[in-house]
Each structure stands twice: as structure tokens, then as C-alpha cells.
């Protein structure tokens, strides 16, 4: 977008999840109109236009006079048992969605097509690096959210050939009091049974809500494309979590979970909790991004206490 130019209206899947919700109430005060694909017929949000979709497809209208998309909808990771149809899931409902929306984006005339695809993505994308460093040229890793990752970014650049700009968010854990992974986290913590995840050595690539709606922003509005790794710009490690988390809640934090009962609950996924990725956000590093929460203790201390 270039400068003084008005925002315009985006079409958003995920609105109502725990970023997308955020970056809703981010865009409107930025000026843009938000159109919102979800599943529910009930009333939307006020000041947000609604349009029904499946999950996958979102319809010829839903694209209309759209300057902009960002596509945040998916399968949660670590929302149920590790189980093939669960697993085939996570996929299908990243890889074929996208896919529909290309479909959609190329079947416009190239004067009506939105101008920036914004995708999440994932850190994952990496695999287990142990202690390399990875930016966003680095090559892809081994494992199922690798492959999804892979997959998942590659039906999004499809739409570079239609003129579009695309940017796949490469995001780490996002840390929010909301919900997501910290809400999990802090429980055996507040409880006094908290510890490292197998040898606690693994880096551990995390991103606080307010810096990740402030980078989705920035990539909707920049000129940036490609990947872009989501990450804060301290490596931190599994063990650096525990301590700070026991420190912020001041709890104990000698209580180990060996990897092995991870594998057994988690099958092929534990190795995204034990496996090891120094993510590093190069680009936003580049473009000298702000950072509201550098580190693991600001960030943990701002939605604990």
C-alpha cells in the first residue's frame, strides 16, 4: 500500500480466533473494512461484514471489490489425539482452503484481484535444526507440519503469477493470557509441577499477540513478500521458558517431562515440542521492526501478572 493511500476492504478467515480477533480490532482502527468469512450464520461482530463459507471454499462474492486477504483459518495442531484423520485435517484445511482462494483470485480480472495475500504459515516449516540458525531463505525441514508448512506455502505463492504480492507468516507460539499455547502452559506451572520439556536445550521460537497483529499489519501494508519469520528477535530455549515462566509466576519448576511420555501422547507432533529451531525474523530485523516485547520475561510478564 503506498503511503496516504486508503486502506480498503480485506476478506479474513480466522477472524474470530484468538489473532484474528486482535488484528480485527487493529485493521478497523487503521481504517480498513473487514469482511469476515466464517461457518456460523448468527451476527457477526459490529462493523464487520460476514460472508458464510465452508472452510475451504469462499465463494466468487466473497472476493468482490477486495484490495486485500489474510487467511488465518485452520485445524488447530494440538487440539486432539495425534490420529491420521486429525492429522489429514491439519492439512486439508490449510492446503485445500488456500488453494480454493487462488482459484477464486485467478478467476478475476486481473483489474479486480485483491493486491496482497497475506497466509499464516508456520515455524515448523524448519523441522529439527538443533543449533542452526534459520532465516527466511533457508531451506525447509523434515516432519509433518514441515510438510504441511511446504505445502501450505507453495498453494499461496501460486498467486505471485496473478500479480498478487504474497506473504507467508512463518509464526512461532504466539503468547497471549487469551488462549492459546500459554493458557496450556502456565497450568502445571501455577500448580507447581511445571518443568523443561525433554532435555530443555531445544530453541524454543516465540512471538507475543500484540508483535504478531503488529507484523500482520505491517505486512499488509509494507511492500515485503515472501516468507517472513514471525519469531521475537531473542533465541530463546525450552529451559529459558521454564525459568522465566517459574520466575513470572513465582513457582517451582524442577519437574521434567521426559520426551518419551511426550511421544507416547503426542506420537510424530511431540517432536514439534522437543525438536529444536533457532528461528531468526531477518526481515523484520532488516526493516528495523519495533518490538514491543523483545524479550521472554517482558513478554510473560505482561500477560501473567
Not at 131 to 141: D, N
Not at 181 to 209: K, T
Request: hydrophobic share 45%; glycine share 12%; net charge negative.
Amino acid at each position: 500500500m503506498q503511503e496516504n493511500e486508503a486502506p480498503g476492504r480485506v476478506l479474513m478467515s480466522g477472524a474470530t480466533g484468538l489473532v484474528g480477533s486482535q488484528l480485527v480490532s487493529a485493521l478497523l482502527e487503521g481504517g480498513w473494512v473487514i469482511r469476515s468469512l466464517s461457518r456460523s450464520s448468527g451476527p457477526g461482530r459490529p462493523g464487520v461484514e460476514r460472508v458464510q463459507w465452508n472452510g475451504v471454499d469462499p465463494g466468487a462474492d466473497a472476493l468482490e471489490e477486495v484490495g486485500a486477504v489474510v487467511h488465518l483459518a485452520g485445524e488447530p495442531i494440538f487440539g486432539g489425539l495425534p490420529t491420521k484423520a486429525r492429522l489429514d485435517r491439519v492439512y486439508d484445511s490449510r492446503v485445500d482452503s488456500t488453494n480454493a482462494l487462488v482459484d477464486r483470485i485467478e478467476a478475476m480480472s486481473a483489474e479486480a484481484r485483491p493486491r496482497v495475500f497475506v497466509c499464516a504459515s508456520a515455524v515448523g516449516y524448519y523441522g529439527d535444526r538443533g543449533e542452526e540458525a534459520l532465516v527466511e531463505s533457508s531451506a525447509p525441514g523434515e516432519g509433518t507440519l514441515a510438510r504441511v508448512c511446504r505445502d501450505w506455502e507453495a498453494s499461496a505463492a501460486r498467486a505471485e503469477s496473478l500479480g498478487v504480492r504474497v506473504v507467508s507468516v512463518r509464526i512461532g507460539v504466539v503468547l497471549s493470557k487469551e488462549g492459546g499455547a500459554l493458557s496450556l502452559m502456565q497450568l502445571p506451572f501455577r500448580l507447581g509441577v511445571g518443568g523443561r520439556l525433554g532435555s530443555g536445550r531445544q530453541f524454543f521460537p516465540w512471538i507475543h499477540i500484540d508483535d504478531l497483529v503488529g507484523i500482520l499489519c505491517w505486512c499488509l501494508e509494507s511492500d515485503v513478500s515472501g516468507a517472513v519469520n514471525a519469531v521475537a528477535p531473542a533465541a530463546s530455549r525450552n529451559l529459558d521458558l521454564t525459568r522465566a515462566l517459574g520466575e513470572v509466576l513465582g513457582r517451582p519448576t524442577i519437574l521434567p517431562v521426559p520426551g518419551v511420555a511426550l511421544k507416547l501422547v503426542l506420537g510424530e507432533l511431540a517432536s514439534e515440542l522437543l525438536g529444536s529451531r533457532q528461528v531468526v525474523p531477518q526481515k523484520l530485523i532488516d526493516a528495523r521492526y519495533d518490538f514491543l516485547h523483545p524479550t521472554l520475561r517482558t513478554a510473560l510478564a505482561a500477560e501473567l501478572r
